[in-house]
């Protein structure tokens, strides 16, 4: 990643870059930085991390200028070395210096805006090219609404929010402050919810609830939140939310919990605050995932997981059983060998008793 503008945000040398971290210099800091990359990839004007151990290879042979490392690092490596507490918070310090800058979105309603009637806006609202914003919706100060984005009937938007382009609110969806929706999500389509009859044939379930969105969340693109079959789908603040995610009606996220690519959480499950569901973690209806949980990716939830736990596999069960149960399977095969083996062997003893 390297800067796209004149104006120098960024440190020109390792010693610079030192000195905002507040990191122990450990080789030549003079050398000019002029972007960041990831290891393997770093030119010799380019900084780098490493977070762990695993990547001891890779730094060994590093182009960077300066690897990014944990105070405690003491594997070879050629880079200058800039040793912090926390090197995944200090390169995304270190990004943001280089970040390209972007244009700000043009203030006003753009002239192929829809607005219906009786929208509210607050001060230095954007409303991009196509946007729908159909009547009774309310937008907070410095709202964004991205091009061809649709704001359904009666949806409330806090201050500071951000809709990137093609994200579509269905009606009545209430959104917080400082809320940024990737493009192409949808918030607030129907629950899937049929009543089968005698025959098989499914009739349609009104889902008549809503979304509700608290503050400071991050969703994804392609995203899909259902809104609630009665009451809400709440997503409390602060969730991270991955692309590609299936949030059903009636879920409830808590605070600060982060859902990574391609999960899929049932109607009415409750996932506890701060808790992780990793990539493609499937989660049954009505069971609670309790606070700080973990579920490894792929797992499938069935049942309640206490908080605090770790669980992975197909059922999830906590991670070291599950990875137990893994390794068996491996040897499944070698196993059926032995067994087949020990077969022999008893049929020969029993005709050797028999005689």
Known sequence: MRPVNDAVKQPATVADIAERLGAILDGDGHRAVLGVSGVREARPDEISFVSSSRYAADAAVTRA?????????????????????????????VAGWFAPETPAPALGVHATAVVGDGVRMGEGVSVGPLAVIEPGVVLGDRVVVGAQCYVGYGCRLGDDTRLYPQVSLREHVRIGQRV????????????????????????????????????????????????????????????????????????????????????????????????????????????????????????????????????SGYPA????????????????PEMREQLRTLERRLARLERTAKA
């Open 180 to 311: 940024i929706v990737h493009n192409g999500t949808v918030i607030g389509s129907d629950g899937f919810g049929y009543q089968a009859d005698a025959e098989g044939g499914r009739a349609k379930v009104p889902q008549i609830g809503t979304v509700d969105i608290g503050d400071d969340v991050e969703i994804g693109a392609n995203v899909a939140v259902d809104r609630a079959r009665f009451g809400r789908t709440v997503i409390g603040r602060g969730v991270k939310i991955d692309n590609l995610v299936q949030i059903a009606h009636n879920v409830f996220l808590g605070d600060h919990a982060v859902i990574v690519a391609q999960v899929g959480i049932s109607g009415s499950t409750r996932i506890g605050a701060r808790a992780v569901l990793a990539g493609q973690a499937g989660v049954v209806g009505h069971v609670v995932v309790g606070e700080g949980a973990i579920v490894g990716a792929q797992a499938g939830v069935t049942k309640d997981v206490p908080a605090g736990a770790f669980v």
């Open 317 to 332: 069960a906590p991670h070291q059983r599950a990875m137990r149960a893994q390794a068996y399977l491996a040897k499944l």
């Open 65 to 93: 200028a300066a690897l990014i490392v944990p105070f405690d690092w003491d594997r070879a490596c050629p880079a200058a070395l800039l040793r912090v507490s926390d090197p995944d918070a200090a390169v995304a310090q």
